[in-house]
């Protein structure tokens, strides 16, 4: 069975400090994809980033960067020098292969970035 | 792309009542998601299509829930007899399974308050 937690219910931080989201998966796949979806208030989530298992580099778009590790089944996200407009709550998602590659999510992180 | 649009936005209804959603996806997307979300959780998977074929269907979705997606365009879902425990948000997603794992992309959601 496939499975993401979400360990952080709700994370609230200082508008330019540094925040690291967690994400842990379980699956026995060897092919698999991991996800992580923003929800900003106004409610449709939107796609940031997607890595297969195959590839572990460690990936940097401007303040955002998303750190993999199989050794851990770990695929954190670092925000850096966060802004009130990065409030939301952030999804991270796996699709794994013998199960038709459909995504499953985890619970969510509340991020709250206060002025 | 014009996006994924879902109609009705919102629905309240009467415990008993059937309800049926509607959900357009992206153009030349052949993969159709809907998921429910309850507050505070992630998306959880009800069941998906390719073109028209319904793939899967979560071991959570009761006989009352029935999916269809008629010539592999717009879906609808439709949940016979409901109970206050349906209510949620129903979103829907779209992707384009050219490459597997293609991002997904979600509506709005319908918002439904079953009294």
């Known amino acids: 069975a496939q499975k993401v937690t979400q360990a952080q219910t709700e994370i609230s931080v200082v508008e330019k400090e540094d925040v690291t989201l967690d994400c842990v998966y379980e699956?026995?796949?060897?092919?698999?994809?991991l996800f992580w979806y923003k929800q900003p208030p106004s409610g449709e989530l939107v796609f940031l980033i997607r890595?297969?298992?195959?590839?572990?580099q460690n990936e940097i778009s401007g303040r955002y960067s998303w750190n993999f590790q199989k050794s851990t089944s770990s695929f954190n996200f670092t925000i850096t020098a966060s802004q009130v407009v990065d409030s939301a709550v952030y999804f991270c998602a796996l699709s794994v292969h013998t199960g038709g590659f459909k995504t499953i999510f985890g619970a969510g992180t509340r991020l709250f970035v206060k002025a | 792309d014009t996006g994924v649009s879902q109609d009705p936005r919102h629905k309240i209804t009467k415990r008993g009542q059937n309800v049926t959603f509607r959900c357009d996806p992206i153009?030349?997307?052949?993969?159709l998601y809907w998921y429910r979300q309850t507050l505070g959780q992630g998306p959880e998977f009800l069941t998906y299509?390719?073109?028209?074929?319904?793939?899967?269907k979560s071991r959570l979705l009761s006989d009352r829930f029935s999916a269809e997606r008629p010539k592999g365009s717009f879906s609808t879902l439709e949940i016979q007899r409901t109970e206050q425990g349906d209510s949620a948000m129903y979103l829907c997603?779209?992707?384009?399974?050219?490459?597997?794992?293609?991002?997904?992309?979600f509506g709005s959601g319908t918002q439904l308050s079953v009294l």
């Open positions: 890595r297969n298992s195959f590839d572990e």
């Open positions: 153009s030349e997307h052949n993969r």
């Open positions: 699956t026995r796949d060897t092919t698999y994809y």
């Open positions: 299509f390719q073109n028209e074929a319904q793939l899967e």
């Open positions: 997603a779209s992707s384009r399974r050219t490459v597997e794992n293609e991002k997904l992309f």
